[in-house]
């Protein structure tokens, strides 16, 4: 089994026959006597231990189960009764357990002291005796006593006062007791967070119990209480190692370097450690210390020199790491390969390079003579690069896999504070002033919470960040901010990263008048293959149980975040932002918000849709057509085709009325209120979280050009704000080249709409191949089977011409010249949203409105390129448009998450195998970090995720009065997105850059587009394609409950044509039987005009309304941002301001 980082203790040891074996001697042997010590057990000579002794102070208010949870350590018999201990009361528990590095068994000796509360206060000297001597603290509170919960902080105060060594743990008792608990999770997390203190917890004492009496085997209660005993073993012999092996370590150093080295060596602090009783420390701990130390006293070149900046990137070092030694207060799980190799420099960036190794007599042989100079160029270009990380004051050490054929180069990349502190100013990075509640901002979970009802989406997450009232960092007011006294932890591990981007970014490799600067170019010229921060240690949950608290960040994400069983649950965006930055953070609550706002229109398009297939027994124009018979003979639909009786299309009548009835104009009006609306509280969400993030005014001031720009510009010109010369591109040929792509953009569009005719022309050809079959079942099915196989060949047209169109418009945008990347970005999606608006809905628009509208009549019929124009099916347009919206939706959905699932898998495992081959003569070796993020996938951004879920959002709201369960599918389909899309960034991608942004950018703007587009296109579906309005009308004038509406819409053929097939048959339009529209057209079409000037005034005007009745930035926001600028002015301003400004309010009488 594997064992926690950092851990000493084996895991489970007592459960294997050597462990029993211990544990079975303790139980025959239990000589424990209350009020006083006992003799250490007899144990056989072969499972003879060496003994720790230690003494632990437990404390608590009186009735929180102190007596019972030390008689339940102990093994002994837990009173049913409370008593309140009176004076003080010593309890000793033996503890067997296995060390990892060593392999030998060590019993600890437990020491409880329990001291009754009323004791404590009564008498002054009790305290200094529990307290003299003391190893660590137990501070007990119970979870069905809120009173002891709330006590907690100042009883620690209270109690451990000035002494920092102690080691100290919170116990909630009467965990099991959930119907009667007053403390909850939340309350726990809180307090985690605030003390950064471990809290355990234990159950209540289930009735007297004796240890004797149980067997290692059977009995559950030592089990129960294993983990809190190992836990504690843990902490203390973590705490207890230092001590013993300083006397070791100076008469190693002797006169040489004198012990203050020694303890330099040491990672805690020795001299508070007063009294250990450990009889020997762990030689493999001695043995790494001895290393770590004679690496500092032989100058190696891998150790930091005399204390410098600067670390050697070409010497040779040594591949011992030297030991970690936490802090036994707050002992967690380190990922070791984030650190240098002296174990507390932290890695901030990794660059990586890969060199062909070829032998000497061939490289000679083969290399052309023109070739050397560019490799030459690049050698010096990164020379000269890390020359400059160096002299911007970036430590740097170097790491290789070596192989046959190749060697990989790592070069970890660290920022000393300084650094730190010099660019944290420049970048206006964000200080935190004072801490302030962070509390869960979903209003559902408030709601649920006032209403006392379960809240199953809400789950605790652990770890979870402070949040901080902030202002813009100044090095001036260091001693101002929050935590700065704590310069390991002060900058978060996404801020360190981003300053040290700041810096590779800006670093000159060449030539500066060339514009020969920064990682990036250096990445497209191939003379680095990588450069990416570090994730925080592996993803994978550990196989031994730990608390949460215990977990990586990474781990975190991965268990309460990725997994596909938190499908339901809120997503942790805190923990997301603190982990990969705001921008993805920002995608993330957006998709979130998104998802759950399609909750409410997804179980009102069903009820919708339910509605229909309720009534639709009542349908009387269904009902009319099923009942004919032979009443309504209907003229051919093709020129070679034969008459048809209208009752032959009785199913496809029913099933047309699931979407065009009453409810079906319903659901378009509350879809547009709910688009709108819908964006307008996103802007609200998105001010809160912005706030929250501190980035609500966050923008680029000066944003750098692009690498590829800088390349390919023809020429320099001063930068008007920066005064420094810059790549230059003229705006009058940058402008003749964009008038060049818009061209390209057009040729592109007219091929989309070539490749609709000949899906239209594909629909008819198969329609008359079904036709001319013979067979009942395929002639009455025709219209069906070429409209989905159409759709279907339409679906795969669009997914080619997505991918071909998406890397033509890459060119373009490149070919450009566009200065920034957020103008290169910004035009590369508005060329992409252009083409894929037109590639996606082009075909739905031929449906809804242009499909049936120039078919003629019999005699007359309208044609193209000398086929006869296509008409409605028999169930009508809206039920084809369905088809084609279910078609074209939900197989585009499928066919994106079956790519994004297999396809960053694919990539990744090439990335392995590929890397496998290299570190095959290091197999044995256990692969680093630097190395297995190395193996995963570069980031792919977040234009293709914004891309899908902009035209899905079209999808939902452009054509919902044809397709009511749109919104149901997409709702489904981004259950599955958010998981994907996380294990994604958790597990297949490197670590990206922590981007800052307080807003989803332009892809805002377009959602507004559509929003207000939709509103326009389901006017215009709902009067001119649904029947909507001529029900209405003809209920108006005729019969309320139409009766005869079919006969009234079925119009005669013309004479001229019937005299020439001989067949009187009808046709569905409103003409005479000269062809001519009749008045009742006429009226329609005026009421339809009407109705899309109605309703498009009535619904903008309520949208308008909507817009001004809620605020975008709530009040209580504005309460905070008010108080944060309050704050920030009375942090930053010096005492001369400040009384000045007092004067100025306040002036002299």
Known sequence: ????????????????????????????????????????????????????????????????????????????????????????????????????????????????????????????????????????????????????????????????????????????????????????????????????????????????????????????????????????????????????????????????????????????????????????????????????????????????????????????????????????????????????????????????????????????????????????????????????????????????????????????????????????????????????????????????????????????????????????????????????????????????????????????????????????????????????????????????????????????????????????????????????????????????????????????????????????????????????????????????????????????AKVGYLFDHPGTVFFSVFMSFWAVTFLEYWKRTNATLAHHWDCMDFQEEEERPRPEFAAMAPQMEQNPVTGVKEPYFPERARLSRILTGSMAIVIMLCVVMIFLVSVIMYRGIVSMMMYHTGNTILMTQAGNIANISSTMVNLVLILLMSQVYTSLAEKLTRWEMHRTQTLHEDAFTFKVFIFQFVNFYSSPFYVAFFKGRFVGYPGQYGKLLGMRNEDCGPGGCLIELAQQLFIIMVGKQIVSNIQEFFIPKLKAWRQKRKLARVRGSQISQEPRRWEEDYELIECEGLFEEYLEMVLQFGFITIFVAAFPLAPLFALLNNWVEIRLDAQKFVCEYRRPVAYRAQDIGVWFFILEVLAQISVIINAFLIAFTSDFLPRLLYQYEHDSQLHGYINFTLAYAPQSYVASNHTLCRYKAFRDTTGNYTLFYWKLLAIRLGFIIAFEHVVFFCLRLIDWLVPDVPESLEVKIKRERYLAKQALADNHDVLLTQAAFHPAA
């Open 1 to 652: 089994m594997s064992v926690p980082p950092g851990s000493v203790i084996v895991p489970d040891w007592l459960k294997s026959p050597e462990g029993k074996e211990h544990l079975a001697a303790i139980l025959r042997k239990n000589k424990r006597k209350v009020f006083g010590l006992i003799e250490r057990p007899v144990l056989p000579p072969q499972v003879a231990s060496d003994t720790a002794s230690y003494k632990v102070f437990v404390s608590g208010k009186s009735g929180v189960g102190k007596t019972a949870l030390v008689a339940k350590l102990a093994g002994l018999e837990v009173p049913i009764a409370h008593h309140e201990t009176m004076g003080i009361q010593t309890t000793v528990v033996y503890w067997p357990a296995k060390l990892r590095d060593s392999g030998r068994a060590v019993i600890f000796r437990l020491q409880f002291w329990d001291c009754g509360e009323a004791a404590l206060r009564k008498f002054d000297h009790i305290l200094p005796a529990c307290r003299e001597k003391a190893d660590a603290i137990l501070f007990l509170f119970s979870f069905t006593d809120r009173s002891s919960f709330d006590d907690l902080p100042a009883q620690i105060s209270r109690i451990v006062g000035n002494a920092g060594s102690l080691i100290r743990i919170v116990v909630g008792t009467k965990f099991d007791q959930f119907m009667h608990a007053d403390v909850t999770e939340r309350d726990v997390a809180e307090f985690q967070r605030t003390w950064h203190l471990p809290v355990l917890r234990a159950q209540s004492a289930a009735g007297p119990r004796q240890a004797g009496r149980r067997t290692p085997d059977a009995g559950t209660g030592l089990w129960e209480v294993a983990p809190l005993l190992n836990r504690l073993a843990e902490h203390l012999w973590h705490q207890d190692q230092p001590r013993l092996l300083l006397p070791r370590l100076q008469s190693l150093l002797g006169s040489r370097q004198g012990p203050a080295l020694g303890a330099r060596c040491l990672a805690g602090d020795s001299s508070a450690m007063t009294r250990k009783k450990a009889e020997e420390p762990d030689p493999s701990l001695l043995g790494g210390l001895e290393r770590s130390c004679s690496r500092l006293l032989g100058g190696s070149p891998g150790a930091l020199q005399n204390g410098g900046p600067y670390a050697s990137l070409d010497g040779d070092e040594d591949d011992d790491d030297p030991i970690y030694i936490q802090d036994a207060g707050s002992f967690e799980p380190s990922a070791r390969g984030n650190y240098f190799r002296d174990g507390a420099t932290k890695i901030d960036f990794v660059l990586v390079w890969e060199e062909k190794l070829r032998p000497p007599k061939k490289r000679k042989a083969k290399q052309p003579p023109c070739e050397g100079r560019p490799r030459e160029r690049h050698e010096q270009w990164k020379r000269k690069f890390l020359k400059n990380l160096r002299g911007a004051g970036l430590l740097t050490e170097k790491e290789e896999t070596l192989s046959e054929r190749k060697t990989i180069h790592y070069l970890k990349l660290s920022a000393p504070w300084d650094v730190l502190v010099y660019y944290a100013e420049e970048l206006c990075l964000r200080a935190p002033l004072q801490a302030q509640p962070n509390p869960d901002c979903n209003s559902s979970d408030e709601v649920l919470r006032r209403l006392r009802v379960p809240n199953p989406m809400y789950q605790r997450v652990p770890n979870k960040p402070s949040d901080f009232y902030t202002c813009a960092f100044r090095k001036s007011k260091l001693d101002r901010f929050l935590g700065s006294d704590s310069r390991d932890t002060y900058f978060t591990h996404t801020q360190r990263h981003r300053i040290v981007y700041e810096i590779l970014a800006r670093t000159v490799y060449g030539k500066r008048k060339h514009a020969e600067v920064g990682i990036e170019r250096l990445l497209n010229e191939g003379i680095y293959t990588a450069a990416f921060p570090l994730h925080e240690g592996p993803f994978e949950m550990p196989e031994y149980e730990v608390l949460g608290e215990e977990l990586n960040p990474r781990q975190v994400l991965y268990h309460f975040w990725a997994q596909w069983r938190c499908w339901y649950q809120y997503q942790p965006l805190d923990h997301i932002r603190e982990y990969f930055g705001e921008k993805i953070a920002i995608y993330f609550a957006w998709l979130g918000f998104y998802t759950a706002w399609l909750l409410p229109a997804a179980t009102v398009g069903t009820f919708v849709f339910l509605a229909g297939l309720v009534t639709m027994g009542t349908n009387t124009p269904a009902q009319e057509i099923c009942e004919s018979g032979g009443q309504f003979l209907m003229c051919p639909l093709c020129d070679t085709c034969q008459t048809w009786n209208i009752s032959e299309i009785c199913p496809m």
